[in-house]
C-alpha cells in the first residue's frame, strides 16, 4: 500500500516536475513577504481610535487622529479609544472600554452599599510638547501608562472610584433614600471634573447621651459635613487628577445603589412607616373631609331650618298683620256704627226733645187755650185780633181798588157800574175808620 502512494508521488512530481514545484514554492514565498512588507508599511486606523506610532528607525512618538490607512514603515503602534467608557453596572454585556464591578461605598453613618453608574472620558489628542520638551496630550498618557488598559486601571477606574466614594460620604442613607441619588449623582461628575471637595465632619453633643451608648442612626443624626473655604470664600478641593492629562468628562452618573442588608430591613421599616403615615394622612384627610361635609350638611340643615322658621315667622307676622288690620277695620266699622247709632238716638233724642217740647208747648198751649177760653178778655182779645186781620184783609183789598169813580155816560148798564163803585168807596171809608178807631185802642 506505501509502495503505491509512493509510486503517485513520484509520478505527480515527474509530471510536474522539480522546477515548476520549485518556481510555485519561490512565488508564494515572495506574496508572503510582499504582505508582510505592505502590512508592516501601511496600516489602518479605526474612526473611534487614537493611534500612538513610534517609529522603528527613530523612535519619535506621533498621534494619529485621521481614519483610513496610514505610513506605519514597521513601527509599534498602541491604540487608545477617543472616548473611554467605564461601565461599574455589573451588567457584563454592556458594551464598554471597561467592564467592573460594582463600587463599593460608605455614607456618612457608616452604611455600606454598591454603587452602578457609568462614567465616559475623551483622550486628547495630539498636542505639542513644551519648551522645556515636556510631552503633552495623548504622548503624555502614552508616556506614562503605555496601553489603554494601564490608563484604565490606573488612572480611569481609580479616579471614577474615588470621587464616587468621595460622594457617597457626604450624605448620609437616609437622605439618598429620600431622594438624594440626583445629588449624589452631581457631587460625583462635579468632583470628577473639578476636583474632590475637602470636608471635615462635624460631630454634635448631647448632655444626656453617652457616647458608647449611641448606635448608627444617633451618629447620623449627630454627624454633619461642612466644606471648607478658602480666603476668599470659594469651596476647596484637590488637584483634579484627571486634569494634568487633558483628560475631560464627558458625563458620570451614578445610576443606583445597592444597600446593604440591615439598611433594606430599616428602610423597608421606614418606607412602611411612611406608608403608615401617608395612609393615617390619608384618612385624617378624608375624616376632615367628611367633617367638613358634615358641617356643610349640618349648616344646610339648619339654614334650611332657619328659613322654614323665618318662613313660619313672616307667615305667622303676615297673619297677625292680617288679623290686626281686620280687628283695626272691624273696630272702625264698629266704632262707626256706634257713631251713626249714636247720631241716630241723638237725632232720636232731639226729635223726642223736640216733640216733648213741643207737647210741653202744645200742652201749655192748650192749658192756655183752657184756662183763656174762661176768661172774657182773652176772649176779647183774641176776637178783636181776628177782626184786625179781618180788616187788614179788607182794607189791603180796598187799597187796591180805584179811590176816583169811573163815571161813565150812556148805555144802559153804566148807573150800575157806577154805584157799585160808590158801595166799594164806602166800604173802604168804613174800614179806614175802624182801623184809626181799633189804633187807638
Request: aromatic share 4%.
Amino acid at each position: 500500500m506505501e509502495s503505491q502512494v509512493q509510486e503517485t508521488k513520484g509520478s505527480l512530481v515527474r509530471r510536474i516536475g522539480r522546477r515548476n514545484i520549485i518556481l510555485i514554492s519561490a512565488f508564494v514565498t515572495v506574496l508572503v513577504v510582499i504582505a508582510t512588507l505592505i502590512s508592516q508599511m501601511i496600516a489602518w486606523n479605526e474612526a473611534d481610535e487614537r493611534l500612538v506610532h513610534q517609529s522603528a528607525f527613530t523612535g519619535n512618538l506621533t498621534v494619529i487622529n485621521q481614519a483610513g490607512p496610514y505610513f506605519k514603515a514597521f513601527g509599534t503602534v498602541s491604540a487608545y479609544n477617543k472616548v473611554i467608557s467605564i461601565n461599574f453596572t455589573g451588567n457584563s454585556a454592556a458594551k464598554a472600554s471597561a467592564l467592573v464591578p460594582l463600587i463599593p461605598i460608605r455614607f456618612l453613618d457608616t452604611t455600606t452599599g454598591d454603587a452602578r453608574g457609568v462614567a465616559r472620558f475623551r483622550l486628547p489628542g495630539n498636542v505639542p510638547a513644551t519648551e522645556s520638551g515636556q510631552l503633552r496630550g495623548l504622548l503624555k498618557i502614552h508616556e506614562e501608562f503605555g496601553s489603554q488598559e494601564t490608563l484604565v486601571s490606573n488612572l480611569l477606574l481609580r479616579a471614577t472610584t474615588e470621587n464616587v466614594k468621595a460622594s457617597a460620604r457626604m450624605m448620609s442613607v437616609e437622605q439618598h433614600y429620600s431622594g438624594g441619588n440626583g445629588q449624589l449623582s452631581q457631587d460625583f461628575s462635579d468632583q470628577l471634573v473639578n476636583g474632590i471637595f475637602v470636608t471635615e465632619q462635624i460631630f454634635g453633643t448631647s448632655s444626656n447621651e453617652k457616647s458608647e451608648e449611641l448606635s448608627n442612626l444617633s451618629k447620623q443624626q449627630r454627624v454633619t459635613i461642612k466644606i471648607k473655604e478658602g480666603s476668599n470664600g470659594k469651596k476647596l478641593r484637590n488637584a483634579p487628577i484627571l486634569g494634568a492629562y487633558g483628560i475631560t468628562v464627558v458625563d458620570a452618573s451614578i445610576i443606583d445603589i445597592d444597600y446593604e442588608s440591615k439598611v433594606n430591613s430599616r428602610l423597608e421599616a421606614q418606607k412602611q412607616a411612611a406608608a403608615d403615615e401617608a395612609l393615617a394622612r390619608q384618612n385624617l384627610k378624608k375624616a376632615e373631609q367628611q367633617a367638613r361635609t358634615e358641617v356643610a350638611l349640618g349648616e344646610q340643615a339648619i339654614a334650611k331650618q332657619r328659613a322654614e322658621s323665618e318662613k313660619l315667622k313672616i307667615k305667622e307676622q303676615i297673619d297677625a298683620e292680617r288679623v290686626k288690620a281686620n280687628a283695626i277695620i272691624s273696630a272702625q266699622q264698629r266704632v262707626e256704627v256706634k257713631a251713626q247709632l249714636a247720631l241716630e238716638q241723638a237725632e232720636i233724642l232731639k226729635q223726642q226733645r223736640l216733640e216733648a217740647m213741643g207737647m210741653d208747648v202744645l200742652a201749655e198751649a192748650r192749658q192756655r187755650a183752657k184756662s183763656a177760653a174762661l176768661d172774657p178778655k182773652y176772649v176779647f182779645d183774641e176776637t178783636l185780633k181776628a177782626e184786625i186781620k179781618i180788616q187788614t184783609a179788607l182794607f189791603n183789598s180796598l187799597g187796591n181798588s180805584r179811590l176816583v169813580p169811573e163815571i161813565m155816560i150812556g148805555g144802559g148798564q153804566g148807573e150800575q157800574s157806577n154805584g157799585s163803585e160808590f158801595m166799594r168807596l164806602l166800604a173802604a171809608d168804613a174800614a179806614l175808620n175802624l182801623k184809626k178807631r181799633l189804633e187807638k185802642k
